[in-house]
């Protein structure tokens, strides 16, 4: 998958999904063209009136971030005046290349983070910002490295804390036979396995299971699915309930 073959860069040793070269295999237009430019005034948002906050979790090198802001903005009446967007991954070094690559630092920010561990920077945002939510989560392809990292009880704390924090979730969770490659490309390493790959009990369906969680304990709706991406991994919309 990733152009390095050698041990530091090779796909299986990214225990955290953080791929040197991600974009490389993963184009950000692969899930562009699952979505359409006018997202944001479809859901209300982005209408030069008021301030709305992107969030993109787990953005790597920030390339998906930068294209999905320019993908929704060009639309809107009132540009990128009110529009922000802000992308953070656990990995500083994928970090410290977003901030170089990154054209727009007035309108898209990017910081080091672990959700897992730290929320309250996510919080200091939403206060420079004078709102209590963003009012879109992007959550593309990441679940199954909080899943095999932190368990059962760790995806869905992650699940419901996106749903705390979020208007609009958009979320693309790794099918099952995503683990197996990940679990398989360790072993080839000569790594132990993750540390809950054997004891999950979410298995399967993953985006079915995701799904019942957020509708039954984190009041959010499914309101519509964007299709599934060439590799099968299917692009879910959910809104808050109230």
């Not at 530091?8 to 991600?22: D, K, Q, R, S, T």
């Not at 999905?68 to 070094?93: A, C, P, R």
């Not at 983070?113 to 200091?124: A, R």
Request: with cysteine; charged share 20%.
């Amino acid at each position: 998958m990733a152009a390095c073959r050698d041990k530091v860069n090779e796909p299986g040793a990214a225990l955290y999904g953080n791929f040197i070269n991600y974009y490389t295999f993963n184009p950000p237009e692969k899930r562009l063209e699952l979505i359409p430019a006018t997202l944001l005034q479809d859901f209300g948002l982005g209408d030069g009136q008021q301030t709305t906050l992107i969030l993109d979790v787990g953005c790597n090198s920030g390339e998906l971030s930068i294209a999905f802001y320019k993908h929704l903005v060009q639309n809107t009446e009132s540009g990128s005046d009110k529009i922000f967007l802000l992308g953070f991954d656990l990995d500083q070094t994928l970090i410290q290349r977003a901030l170089e690559l990154n054209p727009l630092p007035a309108s898209i920010s990017f910081i080091p983070l672990d959700v897992t561990e730290d929320t309250e920077q996510l919080q200091d945002y939403l206060r420079l910002h004078g709102c209590s939510r963003f009012h879109l989560c992007l959550c593309l392809a990441v679940t199954m490295w909080v899943h095999l990292n932190h368990g059962d009880a760790g995806l869905l704390r992650f699940i419901s804390h996106l749903a705390s924090i979020s208007q609009y979730l958009l979320l693309e969770a790794q099918p099952w036979k995503c683990y197996r490659s990940a679990a398989r490309r360790l072993r080839k390493l000569g790594r132990s396995d993750f540390d809950h790959f054997k004891t999950l009990k979410i298995r399967g369906d993953i985006a079915k299971e995701v799904t019942r969680h957020l509708e039954t304990d984190c009041g959010m709706d499914l309101i519509r699915n964007f299709g599934s991406t060439a590799w099968e991994r299917q692009l879910l919309m959910f809104k808050r309930q109230t």
